[in-house]
Each structure stands twice: as structure tokens, then as C-alpha cells.
């Protein structure tokens, strides 16, 4: 059974920037031939942004999970196989045009909350639809605040509440209009959240028809290998409102996330049963990474070769 305690709550280290469309695919392709890129004098030069954007570039990268340090070499890093597969230079989708990548993307930072608490805290465990800034930081301050051995700092969350927005919404100047750096964040275009004024915002909720079939069947095996890896048969609850879940990280409705859990059962060996009124999703095979990766091949219409 999976828990809201999550072993390690991290805020900040973006360096108060939202990520931005180009710094994935080359700090993945940098990575490849300098695994200290991020200690080199000429870093800035090399990807091509100011000294602190750089910090913020490894932060997102690993809070996505696109990168890991290198054992032994300290402030060395090597690209994952996910990584590699989408953003290489021969990867799959090096220049983020694929919506499916997005989405992935907008997954893989909410199932590794250790490195962007906030994101997965308001998308997963946060419970109202509308809410503002002011709202979230309170919850979130006091939602941590109760678990020993956390210290908890309103400014951080603050800042990151700040972000998370900019991550997701176009950027209004101080005359409340959009500014022209606003569609700098890729994930702007999943549409998961809308301003209802100036200080107030809320989620999306529907089918979000740009969500792809195999991304979505990614998310729900890999969920259900982190979480669930020994059981055959859980609640559907688990998958539409706990923690982690997929149905609340992408704002599906249920008669969305069934419709798709339908489509893909073959795919995925996943189908939802509800005898006697217990609305269970039950799987009848096992996974293993490769099958993920094959997932999102398949979504690419990768065939083998260059």
C-alpha cells in the first residue's frame, strides 16, 4: 500500500526559472561527451544560458529523471536510458515535437516527487480543483510541517509555487497580459491548468484528447511496477486519487482513464472489473523495463536500426 510520506521532500533548486523547450535535448546530447558539463568554466557557453540557468537545467533534468550522477566522479553525470531513447541526437524525439513526449515528461516529474515535491503534492495529494497561491502554500507548509524530521521553509515553497505555475501556464506581465517569454515552458501546451483571475487558478479535468493511448499505458505500468510490483488486482481508487496516482497526474476524468484502460488492455494485460460493486483494475502479466521503453517506441513508430 503506497503512503503520502514520501522518504525525502525537496523544494527549490530550479533557481526560480521554469523549464524552458531546449534545455533537455542539450544538456542530454553535452552529457553524451562531457559528463562534468555542469562543472565546466564554459558551461554557460556550451548550453548557452546565463550562470544560474545551468543549475537550473541539472535540476531539471534530474527531477525528471533524465540524468543520474556518475559513481566515483562527483558533480558528474550520465543520461538514462530514458533520456537517451527520447533526446538523444539520433533519439526518438530530440527536439520535444511530439506531444507524447510532454505528457511523458509532465510524468516523470510528478512520480519522482524527492526532486519536485510541490509538483507532486498540488497534482496528486492536494485535493481541491481551484485554489490560490496562497492556499497551496499554506496546505503544503502544514502537510509537511507534521512529518518528524522535515523542516519546512515558506519562502521555498513560495518560490516553487511560483514556478509550478510558469511551468504550466503563460507568464502575465505586470499589466496582466501575456508576456512574450510566456510559452517558454513545454508543458504549457498539456492545457492542465487555466487562470479563473489573476490570483486564483485550477486544474483541467477531462479527457485531454492530446494525451496518447501509449503514454498513458507507460504511466499505468509504471506506476503499477513502483508501487504495486506484487500484486495482480487493486483498487481503482488507487489509480484515479492516491498519491502517485495516473488518473490524477494527467486530470482524468474516471470515464476517461476507463475508456483508456479499455482500449489498451490487450497492450498493457490491465482490465477493470467491478463484480459486486468492488471497481478493481486487475493485471494478468508481469512487466519488465524493456516493456516500458517498447511502449514508447511504439508511440514513436521506432522500428530497430538509426
Not at 541526437?89 to 530530440?94: R, T
Request: charged letters at 20%; one cysteine or more; glycine letters at 6%.
Amino acid at each position: 500500500m503506497q503512503s503520502s510520506v514520501l522518504s525525502r521532500y525537496s523544494f527549490s533548486g530550479h533557481e526560480s526559472f521554469a523549464l524552458r523547450y531546449s534545455w533537455l535535448p542539450k544538456a542530454i546530447q553535452h552529457l553524451e561527451c562531457q559528463p562534468d558539463l555542469f562543472l565546466l568554466e564554459d558551461a554557460t557557453t556550451e548550453l548557452g544560458v546565463g550562470k544560474n540557468m545551468v543549475s537550473s537545467i541539472r535540476h531539471w533534468c534530474q527531477a525528471l529523471r533524465l540524468i543520474a550522477p556518475l559513481t566515483g566522479q562527483k558533480g558528474s553525470y550520465q543520461a538514462l536510458p530514458l533520456a537517451q531513447t527520447l533526446l538523444s541526437a539520433q533519439g526518438l524525439d530530440p527536439y520535444l515535437e511530439d506531444p507524447g513526449t510532454l505528457w511523458l515528461l509532465h510524468w516523470q516529474l510528478l512520480s519522482h516527487p524527492e526532486e519536485a515535491t510541490l509538483w507532486h503534492l498540488l497534482f496528486t495529494v492536494f485535493r481541491t480543483d481551484t485554489f490560490t497561491r496562497q492556499e497551496v502554500v499554506s496546505w503544503t507548509f502544514d502537510h509537511v510541517q507534521s512529518i518528524p524530521g522535515v523542516r519546512a521553509n515558506l519562502n521555498s515553497m513560495d518560490r516553487d509555487f511560483e514556478v509550478l505555475v510558469r511551468t504550466y501556464l503563460p507568464a502575465l506581465n505586470p499589466k496582466g497580459h501575456v508576456g512574450e517569454e510566456s510559452f517558454d515552458s513545454p508543458l504549457v501546451e498539456l492545457g492542465l491548468m487555466r487562470r479563473v483571475d489573476r490570483n486564483t487558478f485550477e486544474f483541467v479535468r477531462g479527457e485531454h484528447r492530446s494525451l496518447p493511448d501509449l503514454i498513458f499505458a507507460y504511466a499505468l505500468v509504471d506506476h503499477w511496477q513502483k508501487v504495486y510490483p506484487e500484486v495482480t488486482t487493486v483498487g481503482l481508487e488507487r489509480f484515479m486519487y492516491h498519491p502517485g496516482a495516473p488518473g490524477a497526474a494527467f486530470k482524468l476524468t474516471e470515464t476517461a482513464f476507463l475508456n483508456r484502460l479499455e482500449q489498451l488492455q490487450a497492450i498493457t494485460g490491465i482490465h477493470f472489473d467491478d463484480t459486486a460493486g468492488m471497481r478493481s483494475l486487475i493485471r494478468n502479466r508481469s512487466w519488465a523495463e524493456q516493456d516500458k521503453l517498447d511502449l514508447l517506441k511504439a508511440h514513436y513508430g521506432w522500428e530497430g536500426g538509426n
